[in-house]
């Protein structure tokens, strides 16, 4: 049986999501090296829900015009599978090589080019991609890194910036607002919404962002990022 110390640090744990993060998340990249890949794949494949969110996101995807797209964080390649039947060039990143593995197989027909990269340090030109992507990216990060992969997609995209950001808060969310932060930074909001066929809508955040040039940049100290 736990003894009174342990029953009382168990008990802080449960209910403070900040020292959950401590003890599990410190290093989010090792979190994701070993969480990712083929256990993953199927915790997530075995909720039907995340799969007709993920159709729901390429189906307003694909409401764009656009001849490249890059997703960062791209995981096994769920979203990009919602992408490859039409004829445009897609790139997926991820700093986590058993999910970009597990993608090679999950994307097996039509495998597009996979980049392990950090979303915070992306390995290409300015104003590469015509669409720039993130899906359940940017709340894992915290606060300052998140601002400086917000400015790399502005950085690498030449149009749209499409994000798919829960907004709640757990040991490896934080619980930021893509809507409020690209007011503040006077960018133009296509659509902001909640995923309608989410078991929570209310929780869930799709946006889209117009660039208002090919040369528009803003530096990661700029970048005024807001928590819901």
């Known amino acids: 049986m736990p003894s009174f110390l ?32 083929e256990p993953y794949f199927e915790e997530q494949e075995a909720v039907y829900h995340r799969t007709r969110r993920s159709q729901f996101i390429g189906e307003e995807i694909n409401k764009l015009s656009y001849r490249s797209l890059l997703e960062i964080g791209c995981g096994y390649g769920k ?3 919602n992408l490859v039947a039409r004829n445009v060039f897609l790139i ?10 597990m993608a ?3 994307l097996s027909t039509e495998v597009p080019p996979l980049v392990e990269a950090d979303g915070a340090q992306l390995p290409f030109g300015d104003k590469t991609f015509d669409v720039v992507l993130s899906s359940a990216v940017i709340l894992h990060n915290e606060y300052e890194k998140a601002k400086r992969m917000i400015a790399e997609m502005i950085r690498v995209s030449r149009r749209y910036l499409v994000h798919n950001e829960d907004t709640d808060v757990t040991f490896s969310r934080f619980g930021y607002d893509m809507k409020k932060t690209y007011e503040k930074m006077k960018l133009k909001i296509l659509k902001s919404q909640e995923i309608p066929v989410a078991t929570n809508p209310a929780m869930t955040q799709f946006t ?21």
Not at 208 to 228: A, M
């Open 6 to 37: 342990q029953r009382t640090f168990l008990k802080l744990v449960s209910f403070d999501p900040r020292l959950v993060r401590w003890i599990r998340y410190r290093d989010p990249r090792k979190y994701w090296q070993e969480r990712g890949g």
């Open 79 to 81: 979203q990009l599978q």
């Open 92 to 101: 997926g990143c991820d700093f986590s090589r058993p999910q970009l593995l």
């Open 104 to 106: 090679q197989e999950y």
């Open 208 to 228: 889209i962002v117009e660039l208002p040039s090919e040369d528009f940049q803003i530096p990661p100290s700029e970048v005024p990022l807001q928590y819901h």
